[in-house]
T-cell receptor, first 114, second 110 residues
Framework: NAGVMQNPRHLVRRRGQEARLRCSPM?????VYWYRQLPEEGLKFMVY????????ESGMPKERFSAEFPKEGPSILRIQQVVRGDSAAYFC????????????FGPGTRLTVL | EDQVTQSPEALRLQEGESSSLNCSYT??????LFWYRQDPGKGPEFLFT???AGEEKEKERLKATLTKKESFLHITAPKPEDSATYLC???????????FGAGTTVTVRA
């Protein structure tokens, strides 16, 4: 009974490169959320997706960030032209299709931008 | 905008010394209040959901309660393995997103 899976667990990029973070939700879950935890700050919501749809992206920076959750495969959070300020832990959570309440988190991807 | 404030920021306890963590919130139309535990380098682990004032939930040495303005997480006779950061989050209105507090870091000494 696998939980939420994220990869890679650690990612190092140089300024200007692209970062791709992947999230596979728990079995039977079709709702995916991405959160960011900056150093010494709390968890902040970024985006909420269902299969092939972005439901709420109110927490996403306007530029360089995008997310998708295709019909097949994991959800992807993409950061283009990374800057040092993007260094953070990125967490994915999922919830069951019929209940939007409890969200179960993955182990996170720790992005370091050099 | 939803506001969630947790206190204290840090709590150091002796093993067996019971205590409480506070989470006060200001939201429009609370749908649910959530408690998570986060260990260093790991993702938040779900503990409880509370939906209405007066509700209580228990799990081992942890008990969560909810009023109209705040929630408490009581830790009874803690053990060193209870050391972690405890996060409170709210879900409000028609949103599915969680708004988190900054957390309380609990350290339990043997």
């Amino acid at each position: 009974n696998a939980g939420v899976m994220q990869n890679p667990r650690h990612l190092v990029r140089r300024r200007g490169q692209e970062a791709r973070l992947r999230c596979s939700p728990m079995k039977g879950h079709s709702h995916v959320y991405w959160y960011r935890q900056l150093p010494e700050e709390g968890l902040k919501f970024m985006v909420y997706l269902q299969k092939e749809n972005i439901i709420d992206e109110s927490g996403m920076p306007k530029e360089r960030f995008s997310a998708e959750f295709p019909k097949e495969g994991p959800s992807i959070l993409r950061i283009q032209q990374v800057v040092r300020g993007d260094s953070a832990a990125y967490f994915c959570a999922s919830s069951p299709s019929d209940r939007g309440y409890e969200q179960f988190f993955g182990p996170g991807t720790r992005l370091t931008v050099l | 905008e939803d506001q969630v404030t947790q206190s204290p920021e840090a709590l150091r306890l002796q093993e067996g010394e019971s205590s409480s963590l506070n989470c006060s919130y200001t939201v429009s139309g609370l749908r649910g209040l959530f408690w998570y535990r986060q260990d260093p380098g790991k993702g938040p682990e779900f503990l409880f959901t509370l939906y209405s004032a007066g509700e209580e939930k228990e799990k081992e040495r942890l008990k969560a309660t909810l009023t109209k303005k705040e929630s408490f997480l009581h830790i009874t006779a803690p053990k060193p393995e209870d050391s972690a950061t405890y996060l409170c989050a709210v879900q409000a209105g028609y949103d599915y997103k969680l708004s988190f507090g900054a957390g309380t870091t609990v350290t339990v000494r043997a």
